[in-house]
């Protein structure tokens, strides 16, 4: 609860505080795991949750919200990302290719060490880049690295249910 109140994230008091609380404390999770052809089911041994909101749970995308509600003013007036549940995209944008690789490198710096600062991590393995140009603009080379990891660019990219393609045409996806 004390992470809801810094830095003016949510003022939370009262019956709210209350049963915010209850709902992040003392709290178990355990893992079934189910063999339908053999009608089996087993359970893992429970364990206490310590300092993370359980994946799937129907309070988990507000309170992250709540939680990166400053990440926006930490990065450049270059972008303004974007947050939707646990997601969070950081559009770039440069008339010109000469800016574009720094811009883009600072606002990813600036991201990455808000995560840090908030004691959280970017999953380096969910984390891409796509670069929109038109047709007489080349691609460019782009190196982003992230705890020696370098960020790899895709020709697609899945953003809310929307698969955005690098040559501008955009597929429904159900």
């Known amino acids: 609860m004390a ?3 810094v830095h003016g994230r949510a ?3 009262g019956r709210a505080k209350s049963w915010f609380e209850l709902y992040l404390n003392n709290r178990y999770v355990r893992v079934k795991i189910s063999d339908e052809e053999l009608n089996q089911k087993s359970f893992s041994a429970w364990k206490k949750i310590t300092g993370d909101i359980p994946q799937g749970s129907v309070l ?3 309170l992250f919200l709540i939680y990166a509600n400053d990440l ?3 990065i450049n007036d270059k972008t303004v990302p974007i947050l939707f549940a646990s997601d969070t995209s950081i559009p ?3 008339p010109n290719s000469k800016d574009f690789h720094p811009n883009m490198v600072t ?3 600036c991201v990455n060490k808000w995560f840090i600062v908030n004691l959280l991590s970017i999953n380096v393995d969910k984390t891409h880049y796509i670069q929109f140009k038109t047709k007489n603009k080349p691609t460019l080379d782009i190196n982003i690295v992230c705890n020696d990891y370098l960020i790899t660019t895709l020709p697609n990219n899945k953003f809310l249910g929307i ?3 690098d040559f501008k045409k955009l597929e429904l996806s159900y």
């Open 3 to 5: 992470e809801l109140n």
């Open 11 to 13: 003022n939370v008091n």
């Open 60 to 62: 988990g995308p507000l």
């Open 72 to 74: 926006p003013k930490t």
């Open 92 to 94: 770039v944008k440069s």
């Open 107 to 109: 606002a990813f710096n």
């Open 163 to 165: 698969y955005i393609h």
